[in-house]
């Protein structure tokens, strides 16, 4: 039986790092199951995003760095707009490529003992099998090597999950809107590690390459991949804060990190709980080591119009992951590097969202596949939520907002 999972194991591979894990981690311990309906909200907007973008790919044939730029009549904006998105992407990859493999390593620590002996080996053998998947560059294998991945974080987290045992009364009271006191920034966040601006870029393309024909059939198989697989990661992201709410909130315990998380749960529920969010968060930094480089090779390569296996493509995707490779070898917190990256992808987020609105509703390149009236007012009503959501990263960034 064939997997109705294809390029959305990308997506959902993507933006289940360590940062959203960390993120969640954060949430179920600080508030319980109080911002379930943060991350339902945030996959629904992700979903909506990321079907227009694997629409773009099937039926359009261009990814969305080819969609920007032959969309932008003006040279001066056309070139700005590929300005901003290259150092977004690139600058924000590689900055958060050494959280990505940070992170991974950290899974890995989870699950064989803390120790700054083997921290550095152990970041290096990540870059390797990074480089190795890149550089080999076939994307069926890509691909199959995430949707593996994405599985195997869907088993472990749902096995922590199962472990703990939480309240289904509670966790459904969390469907329902509300902010406690002092967790606005949290919602906020929550909603941003989710939605991406970088995965709209990764999907296009990937759709593209999946589906080598425009069909009606293509079409249906990437929007039925698109939920499936963007739904598996909304899933995944509140498994990971329904065992932390189920075992950390109310304990006094002050939690920063998953791996924290998997220390503090063992003498409870066992090392078996340990071991499960170690492979998760392991396989989360995997994932999102291998996705950030190819998200930016993808772009940068459709700007410049170089082919995709070409040594372009090859070579930004290397760079990415060696810069990140330096930073997490280094163990230099390159927070200026961040705040500046931060900037970039809270303005980045709705201009980018901006610019495939625009193009889902070019009839040149879409046909009778452009947007309907309910997908562009859906559409709108996420750009609305990103130009706040970008605006506060700006500001937070800035330090205007604390």
Not at 14 to 30: E, H, N, R
Not at 31 to 47: E, I, K, Q, S
Not at 95 to 122: F, S
Not at 280 to 299: D, Q, V
Request: glycine letters at 12%; a positive charge; hydrophobic letters at 55%.
């Amino acid at each position: 039986m064939k997997l109705p999972i294809g390029p959305g194991a990308l997506v959902a591979a993507a933006f289940i790092g360590p940062g959203t894990v960390t993120t969640c981690t954060l949430a179920g311990a600080s508030f319980g199951f109080a911002l379930v309906w943060a991350l339902v909200f945030a996959t629904l907007a992700t979903m909506i995003l990321q079907d227009m973008a694997a629409r773009l790919g099937v039926m359009g044939r261009v990814g969305l760095g080819e969609a920007l730029v032959g969309g932008a009549g003006n040279p001066m904006l056309k070139w700005a707009a590929a300005g901003l998105v290259l150092a977004a992407l690139a600058l924000g990859n590689a900055a958060y490529e050494a959280g990505n493999l940070a992170g991974g390593t950290l899974g890995l620590q989870a699950i064989i003992g803390e120790g700054d002996d083997y921290r550095r080996p152990l970041i290096l053998l990540l870059a390797a099998i990074a480089a190795l998947v890149l550089l080999i560059g076939r994307y069926k294998l890509i691909e199959r090597i995430l949707v593996t991945l994405v599985i195997i974080m869907s088993l472990a987290f749902a096995g922590s999950a199962i472990l703990v045992r939480p309240d289904i009364g509670d966790m459904l009271g969390g469907l329902v809107p509300r902010v406690p006191e002092a967790g606005l920034l949290t919602a906020i966040a929550l909603i941003g590690t989710t939605i991406v601006p970088y995965n709209l870029f990764l999907h296009a393309a990937s759709a593209r390459e999946h589906w080598p024909d425009a069909t009606a059939r293509a079409l249906q198989e990437a929007q039925t991949d698109t939920r499936v697989s963007v739904g598996l990661g909304g899933l995944i992201s509140i498994l990971i804060l329904t065992t932390a709410a189920a075992s950390l909130f109310g304990s006094g315990q002050q939690i920063s990190s998953a791996v924290a998380m998997a220390g503090a749960i063992a003498p409870t529920y066992g090392e078996a709980a340990r071991y499960l969010v170690g492979i998760g968060l392991f396989s989360a930094g995997l994932t999102s080591s291998i996705t950030a480089p190819l998200a930016t090779a993808y772009a940068l390569s459709e700007i410049a119009r170089k082919p995709r296996s070409g040594p372009l493509f090859k070579a930004v995707a290397l760079a990415v992951l060696t810069v990140g490779t330096l930073v997490a070898l280094i163990g230099y917190k390159p927070i200026s590097l961040i705040l500046v990256a931060q900037v970039a992808n809270g303005i980045l987020l709705p201009i980018v969202a901006i610019f495939l609105l625009v193009a889902m509703n070019r009839r040149s390149l879409l046909g009778d596949r452009i947007n309907g009236p309910l997908a562009n007012v859906l559409g709108g009503l996420v750009i609305v939520i990103t130009l706040g959501l970008g605006l506060r990263l700006v500001l937070r960034a800035l330090g205007v907002w604390s």
